[in-house]
């Protein structure tokens, strides 16, 4: 893996050169663990002008590398408790005498660059914005090797608390349940804050888990994901609970069944962001949901559970191969109930099949 971090490191080089800066400097943690392979809480990489340094602040005790870090990355730990590594690599690419130094500004307080202004005061900063992030929409195959498993290991936690006794226990207690079951089956943690939302809570968009208790007839939707090596998934879905579904349960799941589905097909290499997008909105602004809608219907994962590109409306862009996103539309009525349905695809062309599915669990409408 050694030579992959310095492809991608080599590849930051050249589009700073473009802009006429010999050096860089990467906060951002997503985006250092891609350059890296991977850094202790804070640490920040230095692009140049000489070799390439990892800089990690000294920590109270123990050893500051994370293990998957590339072997040959240089790593200098700060020498003083405290000590911002932000402000240590101004000095230093300063030292090895680079005259301007691209920074990632949106990811770097103000306070943090005027102190590099004050160490270094001859470099020049100039502003990296998110070409890191770019490099990273498209994923290697073993980024994508590590976002499978990571929807594995979601699929079983899901599959194995459905067949478990679900009425009358928590909101609360469902979520924490699901995010041992991924530890349990290999994952570091989960990808982002489960929710689990029951009968009418279900009609909400963003809902934090509860102490209301699952009853007969409620809709219960559940979304999910691992974090398998820092690659992140997401899973959404939607069951009844205890009976079978009331007619304007189907007919309202159908509905976001068939949206997603539509979202799912459009995922080609060439497509734009926003076309599909327009796939899966479109079946349920005709139905008269449109008001309600979330404002994208999918986005990229990897490091990140939300990354570039957006599939919303106004995105600009076209997909590419290998990029991994979410389709998840989804429709709430307050008060009542709601429904989404969400899986994590990787975009595919149509001589290798069309998209890939990663989280398989069924999307039948299941009576629990």
């Given at each position: 893996m050694s030579e992959v971090y310095a492809v991608r490191r080599g590849l930051l080089r050249d589009r700073c050169a473009a802009v006429?800066?010999?050096?860089?400097?990467?906060?951002?943690?997503?985006?250092?663990?891609?350059?890296?392979?991977?850094?202790?809480?804070?640490?920040?990489?230095?692009?140049?002008?000489?070799?390439?340094?990892?800089?990690?602040?000294?920590?109270?005790?123990?050893?500051?590398?994370?293990?998957?870090?590339?072997?040959?990355?240089?790593?200098?730990?700060?020498?003083?408790?405290?000590?911002?590594?932000?402000?240590?690599?101004?000095?230093?690419?300063?030292?090895?005498?680079?005259?301007?130094?691209a920074v990632e500004e949106h990811d770097l307080t103000v306070s943090r660059h005027r102190a590099m202004a004050s160490v270094a005061p001859g470099l020049r900063l100039a502003d990296l914005g998110v070409t890191v992030e770019q490099l990273r929409i498209v994923k290697d195959e073993e980024e994508i090797g590590c976002l499978r498993i990571a929807a594995e290991i979601t699929d079983q936690a899901l599959g194995e608390l459905l067949e478990s006794i679900l009425v009358g226990r928590t909101e609360r207690h469902l979520a924490l349940e699901l995010e041992r079951r991924l530890v349990d089956h290999g994952a570091d943690g989960p990808a982002f804050?489960?929710?689990?939302?029951?009968?009418?809570h279900s009609g909400l968009g963003r809902h934090r888990p509860s102490?209301?208790?699952?009853?007969?007839?409620?809709?219960?939707?559940?979304?999910?994901?691992?974090?398998?090596?820092?690659?992140?998934?997401?899973?959404?879905?939607?069951?009844?609970?205890?009976?079978?579904?009331?007619?304007?349960?189907?007919?309202?799941?159908?509905?976001?069944?068939?949206?997603?589905?539509?979202?799912?097909?459009?995922?080609?290499?060439?497509t734009e962001y926003r076309d599909v997008d327009r796939a899966a909105r479109h079946l349920l602004d005709s139905a008269g949901h449109g008001e309600g809608l979330a404002p994208w219907t999918g986005h990229g994962v990897g490091l990140e559970i939300?990354?570039?590109?957006?599939?919303?409306?106004?995105?600009?862009?076209?997909?590419?191969?290998?990029?991994?996103?979410?389709?998840?539309?989804?429709?709430?009525?307050?008060?009542?109930?709601?429904?989404?349905?969400?899986?994590t695809l990787v975009v595919r062309p149509e001589a290798d099949g069309g998209p890939e599915l990663l989280t398989i669990t069924t999307k039948e409408l299941l009576a629990l």
């Open positions: 006429g800066s010999a050096a860089a400097l990467v906060s951002r943690p997503a985006n250092v663990r891609y350059l890296a392979g991977g850094a202790p809480p804070g640490a920040v990489l230095l692009l140049g002008p000489g070799e390439d340094v990892l800089l990690c602040p000294r920590p109270p005790t123990g050893d500051p590398a994370d293990g998957r870090t590339d072997e040959h990355l240089r790593v200098d730990l700060l020498p003083v408790a405290g000590s911002d590594p932000v402000v240590a690599a101004a000095d230093l690419a300063a030292a090895g005498g680079a005259e301007s130094l804050a489960t929710s689990v939302a029951t009968g009418p102490d209301r208790r699952v009853e007969e007839g409620d809709f219960l939707s559940v979304r999910l994901g691992a974090n398998y090596r820092g690659y992140r998934c997401e899973i959404g879905r939607t069951f009844v609970i205890g009976t079978a579904p009331a007619d304007w349960q189907i007919e309202l799941y159908d509905l976001v069944f068939a949206a997603q589905r539509a979202g799912r097909e459009a995922l080609l290499p060439g939300d990354e570039d590109p957006q599939l919303a409306p106004a995105a600009m862009g076209k997909l590419d191969a290998c990029v991994p996103v979410t389709v998840e539309p989804g429709v709430h009525l307050p008060g009542r109930g709601g429904v989404r349905i969400d899986d």
